[in-house]
């Protein structure tokens, strides 16, 4: 199984701060990484696939990078709506595993 | 509008058998991978199971042999048929929809419906 490790745990930042959450695989993903964001008592949501493709309808200050095993979400500029926690998920190999999860907190 | 509904959880004694329902509306569940996603109270995201638009299924280690996925299309509808049921089955369970047959991205989801395994 491939295992996801994001980075940090949890972070704290203020709103128009740029942040960045890391996301490393323990063998290779290829580009088939996807971001998701998480509200208390809600589903997740799609943010970006492919590594890098930012899903319809999400803003442009969410973006992606990476390939094989380390992968980054950054979110520029941040918004009160985007305090939530992040998840990658590699969708290379089953079991489809996700990471730990990334609070991220406002300041 | 696409749509999935997620029903049928409850409160089940440990060794007990549940059978969750997915519907889905405007689109077709044979056009794509629709996958089970759980999430523990207060824990991460954890893949269950899955079928490929062509009926291939799959599963996680931690289920496989004791949760059974299927589908009716004149329904529109992907089933988890889930037996033997232990404490850390509990879980809010996700119906989820990843579009085509390859590079999946999980697009779509339901609400989710709460599994709790208790005596």
């Known amino acids: 199984d491939i295992q996801l490790t994001q980075s940090p745990f949890s972070l704290s930042a203020s709103v128009g701060d740029r942040v960045t959450i890391t996301c490393r695989a323990s063998?290779?993903?290829?580009?088939?990484l996807n971001w998701y964001q998480q509200k208390p008592g809600k589903a997740p949501k799609l943010l970006i696939y492919g590594a890098s493709s930012l899903q319809r309808g999400v803003p442009s200050r969410f973006s992606g990078n990476g390939f094989g095993t380390d992968f980054a979400l950054t979110i520029t500029s941040l918004h009160p709506e985007d305090f939530a926690t992040y998840y990658c998920q590699q969708t290379y190999s089953v079991p489809y595993t996700f990471g730990q999860g990334t609070i991220l907190e406002i300041k | 509008e696409e749509q999935l509904v997620e029903s049928g959880g409850g409160l089940v004694q440990p060794g007990g058998s549940l059978i969750l329902s997915c519907a889905a509306s405007a689109f077709t569940v044979s056009s794509s991978l629709m996958s089970w996603v759980r999430q523990a109270p207060g824990k991460g995201l954890e893949w269950v199971s899955g079928?490929?638009?062509?009926?291939?299924?799959l599963y996680a280690d931690s289920v496989k042999g004791r949760f059974t996925i299927s589908r009716d299309l004149s329904k529109n509808t992907v089933f988890l048929q889930m037996y033997s049921l232990r404490p850390d089955d509990t879980a809010m369970y996700y119906c989820?929809?990843?579009?085509?047959?390859?590079?999946?991205?999980?697009?779509?989801w339901g609400r989710g419906t709460l599994v709790s395994v208790s005596s």
């Open positions: 063998q290779s993903s290829g580009s088939e």
């Open positions: 989820a929809r990843a579009p085509g047959q390859a590079r999946f991205r999980f697009d779509l």
């Open positions: 079928m490929h638009g062509g009926g291939i299924t």
